[in-house]
């Protein structure tokens, strides 16, 4: 290997990174504007409509 092949080579690896970061960036906006659409919604329906649905805040569904 040659001193420009391991520059590229690092360069490359430095920009998959960045592209990752990015991405991994744009995954958790995503996530919170979803996020406060639901809490926007769940305001909407008011605590009362939520309280009377059946089954709600009875069970934790987890999965590991």
Do not use: P, Y
């Not at 990015?22 to 995954?27: E, H, K, L, N, P």
């Amino acid at each position: 290997m040659d001193i420009m092949s391991i520059a590229s080579m690092s360069v490359e690896m430095h920009q998959q990174e960045d592209a990752m970061n990015i991405g991994t960036a744009v995954m958790k906006m995503a996530m919170d504007t979803q996020t406060e659409m639901m809490d926007g919604m769940l305001d909407a329906m008011g605590a009362a409509e939520v309280a009377a649905m059946t089954g709600v805040g009875q069970n934790i569904d987890i999965m590991a």
